[in-house]
């Protein structure tokens, strides 16, 4: 298995463009996660997935994020427009629902917002 | 508000020594889960613990579950330079899926 597949891996984008960053998750695994690390504020729970359903929004900063998965195999994280303040390291992760928890985490997607 | 508290935050040791690291919160958690990170990597899990005192060993690293479920140390025997990264506990609770993440705790461990 190649794992949970995050693109790009490196994005820097000048403030007020729109930025769109990927994920993958493991075939099989029915809960998406995404995370934004910071070294100020660790890790945050932007936004989960089950079966393909937003089940909890609550971690978004802002309007200015959404999330979409339009598949089980695919999902997406929007910033429009992007400020400073977004720059961090994005983290996407998938997990079974049965069994005890376990995320496996992509290689995430490092934002720079000029 | 569930917090996770994570001790020492950073700790810089030599090759052979050992060490230990806590996790602690005033909330009781359903199970735990300890990962460590690389630089420029993801979180990648290490163990979950779920009943209390519970003590898990994965070579030269040991894990413990509290007694009350609310706390979590980390024992690295003869630490190697691979041991380095940033080590993150995790607390669940329930059926919720969202996980409480401790700050982590930097390890440096010098040749």
């Not at chain 1, 930025?19 to 690390?37: A, E, M, N």
């Not at chain 1, 999902?75 to 303040?85: A, G, N, V, Y």
Request: aromatic share 10%; net charge neutral.
């Amino acid at each position: 298995d190649a794992g949970v597949i995050q693109s790009p891996r490196h994005e820097v984008t000048e403030m007020g463009q729109e930025v769109t960053l990927r994920c993958k998750p493991i075939s099989g695994h029915d809960y998406l996660f995404w995370y934004r690390q910071t070294m100020m504020r660790g890790l945050e729970l932007l936004i989960y997935f089950n079966n393909n359903v937003p089940i909890d929004d609550s971690g978004m900063p802002e309007d200015r994020f959404s999330a979409k998965m339009p598949n089980a195999s695919f999902s997406t994280l929007k910033i429009q427009p992007s400020e400073p303040r977004d720059s961090a390291v994005y983290f996407c992760a998938s997990s079974w629902m049965t069994g005890v928890l376990g995320y496996t985490f992509g290689s995430g997607t490092r934002l720079t917002v000029v | 508000t569930q917090l996770l508290e994570q001790s020492p935050q950073f700790l810089s040791i030599q090759e052979g020594e050992n060490l230990t690291v806590y996790c602690n919160s005033s909330s009781v958690f359903s199970s735990l889960q300890w990962y460590r990170q690389e630089p420029g990597e993801g979180p990648v899990l290490l163990v979950t613990v779920v009943t209390g005192g519970e003590v898990k060993k994965l070579k030269r690293l040991t894990f413990q579950f509290g007694d009350a479920r609310k706390d979590s140390s980390l024992h690295i025997t003869a630490a190697q330079p691979g041991d380095t990264g940033l080590y993150l506990c995790a607390g669940g609770a329930g059926n919720n899926r969202k996980l409480i993440w401790g700050l982590g705790t930097s390890l440096a461990v010098n040749p």
